[in-house]
């Protein structure tokens, strides 16, 4: 039988607000354990929360840059549940009244893996958010470091989130990863969360379920928790589909639950059955207002978004005419599309193409093997930029480049001009005079006179191993097409003669 899988995501991204969502505290991360959980983080008797104004504002900017309804009038509700890390017994959070609903992401999907079939190669999706609700976060049990123990630090109590929750929209572990990519580029390029995986500041549950092809019910889902990695979270799905599938195909049944992802076993693992939301006796917090967000404030926080990313790919293809690829790939953080502008504005837009290419190519070859991203980036634009016209007006081949870009690189050039003296001190410039070229190739064929002979005899891999002499000989610094023929051309002369 065929299977569908079916996942839905909710995500949890920390907003980047300096205190928390109900109290001054701080929500700075690392610091000493409880030094940073107030009375109010601990609901402890008497104490009244304030809603911090900073948490709503980066809520209604999601909410916009997602196209959803801004609710003008929303509710925040106690979640009653006992765990130790939540020691005041209920999460403050919005439960039928959320701030944001109904909007929406397009992601792009690439296909790079040999499930899904069915579905081309690259193609872009529409995923719809049913919901973005504030809420706060609870602490954290630490188990590594008391031996036979736990340990409750509550610092990160009370440290404002927002769960983005999707429909049940995606059809496969691409999809999922590349919607949890596509948020993450949002929520960190609009500023409203700093996007630290490691630290937990953005974290997916996935929801799976599989049915079969045709099938219009949905099956019975698990959810998956805390998936802290674009890569767990792909491993965790998959493993998770195979595991109902089989379960199905063996004549079992997959009860609703939360599972874990074990990354050493690549395994999940059974944690709790499922409550459903009558468990939690949701009602609405007595010790806060209904939220309410005016016109006007929402109109206010619209003239503070940046151009989205969206919207800057449409304009890399339409003014620098770039592939939907490469102008994706350059609109994954709001830095690297910033980055790629400066460069674009110094080489001029008649080059914006060639840039595309070297920073989607070389430097993000680059970047990668040094695990950096482009913040950390030692090569400005300006320098790139440089260099590259360097490749652009043909006095240093794409070889040279790279080299050229190390030593940029390597000795985290301060200097715009970088390129320019380096190629100097080095004498890195392209051998384009043809006399020079031909002395070379003289030189090369007197001592290679065995593949000379070897061509002659008829064998084109003789030709390529004196081009390869000849390029060694040069250090790279010729042009190869020009060595081609001019190699040619000698090599026909000499038989005439
Ligand atoms: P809760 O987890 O709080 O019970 P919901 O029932 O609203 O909340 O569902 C949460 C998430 O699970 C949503 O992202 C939704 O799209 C997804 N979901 C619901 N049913 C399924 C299903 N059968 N298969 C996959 N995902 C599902
Ligand atoms: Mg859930």
Redesign the pocket.
């Known amino acids: 039988m065929d299977w569908e899988i079916?996942?839905?995501?909710?995500t949890h991204a920390q907003l980047s607000t300096v205190s928390k969502i109900f109290s001054g505290a701080s929500t700075r991360f690392g610091a000493a354990p409880n030094t940073q959980a107030s009375a109010i983080d601990l609901a402890l008797p008497g104490v009244l929360p304030v809603l911090n104004r900073g948490a709503v504002e980066r809520a209604i900017c999601f909410g916009l840059a997602i196209d959803a309804k801004i609710a003008s009038h929303s509710v925040f509700a106690r979640k009653n549940y006992f765990y130790p890390d939540l020691p005041k017994g209920y999460q403050i959070s919005q439960y039928d009244m959320p701030i944001v609903e109904h909007g929406n992401l397009t992601i792009q999907v690439s296909q790079t893996s040999s499930d899904d079939k069915n579905q081309p190669h690259d193609y872009e999706k529409t995923i719809h958010i049913l919901r973005a609700h504030l809420e706060e976060d609870a602490g954290k049990l630490l188990h590594e470091e008391f031996a036979g123990m736990t340990g409750v630090d509550l610092n990160r109590a009370g440290t404002p989130l927002l769960e983005i929750?999707?429909?049940?929209d995606m059809r496969s572990a691409a999809e999922a990863v590349a919607y949890a990519k596509a948020l993450h580029t949002l929520v960190v390029w609009l500023g409203i969360c700093d996007g630290n995986m490691q630290e937990g500041s953005f974290r997916c549950d996935a929801?799976?379920?599989v049915r079969p092809v045709g099938q219009k019910e949905?099956?019975t889902?698990t959810?998956i928790k805390n998936l802290n990695s674009f890569r767990f979270l792909d491993e965790a799905i998959r493993y998770e589909a195979r595991r109902q599938i089989r379960l199905i195909e063996e004549g079992g049944r997959v009860t609703q639950e939360t599972r874990l992802y074990d990354p050493n076993r690549r395994e999940t693992r059974s944690m709790r059955s499922k409550e459903d939301?009558h468990d939690y006796r949701y009602f609405s917090d007595p010790d806060l207002l209904p939220l309410v967000v005016s016109p006007d404030w929402i109109e206010q926080v619209r003239s503070t978004l940046p151009e989205l990313p969206a919207a800057m790919s449409e304009r890399f293809i339409n003014v620098y005419e770039l592939s939907s690829y490469d102008a994706h790939q350059l609109t994954t953080s709001k830095t690297l599309a910033d980055y790629y502008e400066a460069a674009v504005k110094k080489m001029g837009t008649q080059h914006a193409k060639a840039l595309a290419n070297w920073m989607t190519g070389e430097l993000a070859a680059q970047l990668k093997r040094h695990e950096l991203t482009i913040e950390a980036c030692p090569v400005t634009p300006a320098q790139l930029a440089r260099l590259l016209m360097h490749i652009v007006n043909g006095s240093i081949s794409n070889k040279i480049a790279k080299e050229v870009f190390q030593a940029i690189w390597d000795e985290k050039a301060l200097d715009e001009e970088a390129a320019d003296r380096i190629i100097d001190a080095q004498g890195l410039q392209q051998i384009s005079g043809v006399g020079e070229l031909e002395a070379i190739i003289d030189q090369v064929l007197a001592a290679n006179l065995k593949s000379v002979e070897e061509f002659r005899a008829g064998k084109q891999k003789a030709f390529n191993a004196l081009v390869g002499q000849v390029m060694k000989a040069t250090r790279g610094k010729a042009n190869p097409q020009q060595v081609n023929a001019c190699l040619q051309q000698k090599l026909d002369e000499e038989k005439s003669v």
């Open positions: 079916v996942i839905g995501l909710e929750v999707t429909d049940p929801n799976v379920s949905l099956g889902r959810e939301a």
